[in-house]
């Protein structure tokens, strides 16, 4: 696994893109995207990363094993460090298809 102090900034925001883009289509739940995020963009552990975002241990492991319910702004304050936040995307997957290329 490549650590974070080794990724250069075109490769961290090339991480970035590639863990989102698979996020939204479906690929990987949102756990997953913010275990991926945390482990490889930042190489934090769950507590160093929960100091971080002013949360909890328990909420960043039950966040990445996608259990409990949490407020948008817990999830926001996950998602923060990597330039994400919570918005809508289209539940269909033909209409995503067609958003996700338009950008």
């Known amino acids: 696994m490549i650590k974070s102090n080794q990724l250069s900034g075109e490769e961290r925001e090339a991480l970035i893109e590639r863990i989102a883009l698979q996020l939204l289509q ?18 934090l ?11 909890s241990r328990k909420t960043v492991s039950e966040v990445e094993n ?14 923060k460090p990597f330039g994400l936040k919570v918005g809508l995307v ?10 996700l290329k338009v950008s």
């Open 26 to 43: 479906g690929d990987i739940s949102q756990g997953q995207a913010l275990q991926e995020f945390r482990k490889k963009i930042t190489g």
């Open 45 to 55: 552990n769950q507590s160093d990363y929960a100091k971080l975002t002013r949360t």
């Open 66 to 79: 996608d259990l409990g319910n949490y407020s948008s702004d817990i999830i926001n304050r996950l998602f």
């Open 90 to 99: 289209p539940a269909s997957a033909r209409l995503k298809r067609r958003t």
